[in-house]
């Protein structure tokens, strides 16, 4: 599975932001996508992500009520939107994805086998 991410930037804090990652290749092998983030001298860590049946959506906390993450498996793409934006959620952002059908979102990055390149998000106060 290849994935590209798109939708990065400048914004400004309080502005909205909408990722997109669309998957290409062996996709019907692709369960749990979701978005990942790193920001500079950080790990990265999780942000949100969605089960191929979208029963099961999770979000980290700081992000949690801003963040509406979807998926179009028909049109194999999965969008994350982020509103409110505020500088700490300046970061690059990589999309990725798990072989397989999962029930329950996966929150470790070692779980994903397929990864997106990464758009970078900067938020300035």
């Known amino acids: 599975v290849q994935l590209q991410a798109s939708g990065g930037g400048l914004m400004q804090a309080g502005d909205s932001l909408r990722l997109s990652c669309a998957a290409s290749?062996?996709?019907?092998?692709?369960?749990?996508m979701a978005w990942f983030r790193q920001a500079p001298g950080k790990e990265r860590e999780f942000v949100a992500g969605?089960?191929?049946?979208?029963?099961?959506?999770s979000y980290r906390d700081s992000v949690m009520g801003r963040s509406t993450i979807s998926r179009d498996n028909v049109k194999k793409v999965m969008i994350l939107q982020m509103d409110s934006l505020k500088p700490e959620d300046t970061a690059v952002y990589y999309c990725?994805?798990?072989?397989?059908?999962?029930?329950?979102?996966?929150?470790?990055?070692?779980?994903?086998?397929?990864w997106g390149q990464g758009t970078l998000v900067t938020v300035s106060s």
């Open positions: 990725a994805a798990i072989r397989g059908i999962d029930s329950v979102v996966n929150e470790a990055a070692a779980a994903y086998s397929s």
């Open positions: 969605i089960t191929w049946s979208m029963s099961h959506k």
């Open positions: 290749g062996r996709t019907l092998s692709m369960g749990t």
